[in-house]
Every structure is written in C-alpha cells, then in structure tokens.
C-alpha cells in the first residue's frame, strides 16, 4: 500500500497568494487594475486642469481678489478686468435655453417613445441623431443668415405681447442674449430628445400595462406612470443640455452680440465667457490681460460645477421625495 504523503506547513505558496493567482488569471485583478485608473484618470485630469487654470490666473487674483466676480468693467487698455458681465450673459442665455428647450425636448421625446408609430419614430430618431452631431459653427452661421432675419420679423409680434415687461424693451438689431438663447436651446434640443426617449424606453412595461388595466388612457398612463418613473433620467438629460449650454462658444459668439455690459432686456447684446475668451485669448498682449482670461476660464469651471452640484442635490431630494 503506498504512504500518502502530507505536505509541509509552509511549502509552496500560502491559499491567498495561490487565490490571487486564480484570480489574476481569470482577469479579475487585470481588469480591477485598469477600471481603477480609468477611474483615477479623471481625478488626475480634472485636478490638472483646475491647477493649470488656478496657477495662470494668479496675477489677476492678486490684483483683484473677489471684486473680479462683481465687476461691471473690461477695459484692457487700463488693464481693469471684471467678470460680471460675462457671467450674466452665460447664465442668461442658457436660461432661455433651458426655457424653449425643455418643454420641445421632453414633450418630442415622450411622442417618439410613447405615442408615434415605430416606423416615424425611428426616421425621426436618426435625424435627430444627426443635429446632435452638428458642429456649432452651422449652428452659428444658421443663426445669423436664419433665426436672426426671422427675429427681426417676429419681434414686433413678441413686443406687442411682452414689450410691458423690462426683458423686451429697447431695440432690437438682431444679435442680443434673446438671439443666442434660441440658438442654444435649438442645439440642446437633440441631447434632451435623444436622452430622454431612451430613458422613457427603458420603463418597464409592466408599469404601463397596470396603468391600462385599471382603466388609464394612453396618456394617463405615459404621463401619470412612465413619466415619473423615468424623471430621474429626464432630469439627467436635462443638465447635461445646460452644461452644453454653458460651455458653448462658437454659435454663441455669432449671435450674441459681444457687448460687455448687463442690460435687462433680452433684446440687447451681451457677452459670455467662452465667447470672450474665444474672441480675445490671441490678441491678449500683457500677462495681467492673460491672467484675466485664464481667470474667466476658471470661473467658467467653477460656474459649471456648482450648477451641476446644485442639479444633483436637486434630483436626490426628488428621488427622496417620491420615495417617501
């Protein structure tokens, strides 16, 4: 009979090392590697570029401090430097934007996924994918040879009705805040609509058939059932419109007018700060004139990331609510 033989306490390799082997070779470590520092890139890249901007903007912040974010005036010949109409200007603009786009993106979007027949709502579908893949520049130079002529013919029509009220007073020449936040809300549009229909796709369909076996409508039950079930996504498709809002330079450069002064109506020009920064960056001659650019890209930064902070408290505060 032969002996059995047991091996020592300590010989080969110990059960974790020989478990993390295993692991290693069914890829699970190789893969927990490489998500990780998928991960940890965008930490690296995002502290990278706020340092980036935070370092060049220095000179400005020394010789402004927090007046830079409340100040009316840009005069780079004597060399003073405020963001505040810039500011404005973003924030207004994509206002309006997020005004004339919500109530086309979402309604186009429950239409496309609840309420139209397969065949239209995929050729739609596609073109739709289509305006989301233009570049802004067409949008810009729709804007000015399309939208702004069209404004011209309509705004006697918009003054008649809202002319009491300080947002459309003054003249009017076509390039203005109100120009730009059409053209915006006409490029966010796509990202609500495309979003938004695959979000409202994805509910379950038994939430739609209990709706209908109690007795519901078609829209009762889209509008009661689907759509608070899906709001969470909505409401995602929604900030990702605004953050291309505030971010976008071209189209807006084109039709804002890139006049450094707040004004309450919407028909006069203003400015935002990617269209300044556009338009001045390479014609910028002192280091403080940089500095102030550089500086607006970070407010653009910060602006961005409160926005989007606020959206997300937002959102959980409603998924709290409802789930209440």
């Excluded at 069914?26 to 930490?43: P, R």
Aim: proline share 5%; net charge neutral; aromatic share 10%.
């Amino acid at each position: 009979m032969a002996a059995t033989s047991t091996p020592l306490a300590g010989s080969g390799p110990s059960r974790s090392a020989r478990s993390f082997i295993e692991r290693l070779r069914s890829g699970d470590q190789v893969a927990h590697a490489i998500t990780l520092a998928a991960a940890a890139s965008i930490l690296l890249l995002t502290g990278l570029l706020v340092y980036e901007l935070f370092i060049h903007s220095s000179e400005t912040r020394a010789k402004f401090g927090w007046s830079f974010l409340f100040t009316q005036t840009w005069d780079p010949v004597a060399d003073e430097y405020g963001a505040l109409p810039f500011i404005y200007g973003t924030l207004v603009s994509s206002a309006l934007a997020l005004l004339i786009g919500i109530p086309l993106g979402v309604g186009a979007a429950i239409f496309l996924a609840e309420l139209a027949p397969p065949k239209i709502s995929d050729a739609l579908t596609f073109l739709i994918e289509l305006l989301a893949a233009v570049p802004s520049v067409i949008y810009g130079l729709l804007g000015i040879f399309v939208l702004v002529p069209l404004l011209r013919i309509v705004e006697p029509a918009i003054r008649s009705v809202l002319g009491w009220t300080p947002l459309f007073q003054g003249p009017f020449y076509g390039v203005s805040l109100f120009s730009a936040g059409v053209v915006l809300s006409v490029m966010i549009v796509p990202f609500i609509i495309s979003i938004s229909r695959e979000v409202i796709r994805a509910v379950p369909a038994d939430q739609r058939e209990a709706a209908l076996a109690l007795g519901a409508t078609r829209w009762e039950a889209t509008w009661d059932v689907v759509i608070p079930y899906a709001k969470s996504g909505i409401l995602g498709s929604i900030f990702l419109a605004l953050a291309r809002s505030l971010g976008e330079t071209m189209a807006v450069t084109m039709v804002i007018g890139n006049d450094p002064k707040i004004k309450a109506s919407l028909f006069a020009p203003g400015y935002s700060i990617a269209a300044v920064i556009a338009n001045e960056f390479t014609e910028a001659t002192g280091d403080i004139y940089t500095s102030a650019l550089i500086e607006l890209g970070l407010v653009l930064f910060g602006l961005t990331i409160v926005i989007n902070a606020l959206a997300r408290a937002l959102v959980a505060t409603g998924n709290r609510g409802g789930n209440a």
